[in-house]
C-alpha cells in the first residue's frame, strides 16, 4: 500500500463511521483522559491518550504486521495533533481573556 492511500484511509476511518459510532473524537478523548487519570491517579491530557493509543497499535505490529495498525497509527496521530492545535487555541483564548476580562 502506498503511503498516500494508506492516508487517506486513515482519514476516511478518522471522520466517517468511527465519529458517528464513538461521538466527536476530541469530547471522546477527553472522556478517556478523565476516566484513566482517575484510574491511574495520575492526570492524563486527551493528547496522551492519542499518543498511547498509537502506541498500543505500535505494540501489536511487534506480533503481526497489517495494514489496519499502520492505518490506526496515522489516524491516532493525526487526532493527537488536532488535539494539541485545540488545546493551544483554548490556552492562548482564556489567556487574552485573563489579560483582557472586558472584551
Known amino acids: 500500500m502506498k503511503s498516500e492511500d494508506l492516508l487517506k484511509e486513515a482519514i476516511k476511518v ?47 505490529l511487534k506480533n503481526r504486521r497489517t495494514k489496519d495498525c499502520y492505518i490506526d497509527i496515522a489516524g491516532y496521530t493525526a487526532i493527537a495533533a488536532e488535539i494539541e492545535e485545540k488545546e493551544k487555541k483554548k490556552t492562548l483564548s482564556k489567556n487574552k481573556e485573563e489579560r483582557c476580562p472586558h472584551n
Do not use: F
Open 14 to 60: 478518522v471522520t466517517g463511521p468511527r465519529e458517528k459510532d464513538y461521538g466527536n473524537k476530541y469530547t471522546n478523548h477527553v472522556n478517556i483522559a478523565e476516566l484513566w487519570s482517575s484510574y491511574l491517579n495520575y492526570k492524563i491530557s486527551p493528547h496522551d491518550v492519542a499518543i498511547c493509543m498509537a502506541l498500543v497499535k505500535i505494540a501489536r
